[in-house]
């Protein structure tokens, strides 16, 4: 699975925080 994809099923908010800083080192994003 994506980390992005863990992110939605993450039990909590601050995991789900984490995980997605982990994806954005792996692969930086602009989404802004």
Same mark, same amino acid.
């Given at each position: %699975?994506? @980390?992005?994809? @863990? %992110?939605?099923? %993450? +039990?909590?908010? #601050?995991?789900?925080?984490? @995980?997605?800083?982990? #994806?954005?080192?792996?692969? +930086?994003?602009?989404?802004?």
């Amino acid at each position: %699975a994506s @980390l992005r994809g @863990l %992110a939605r099923i %993450a +039990p909590t908010q #601050a995991h789900r925080y984490t @995980l997605v800083d982990m #994806a954005n080192q792996v692969r +930086p994003t602009s989404t802004f």
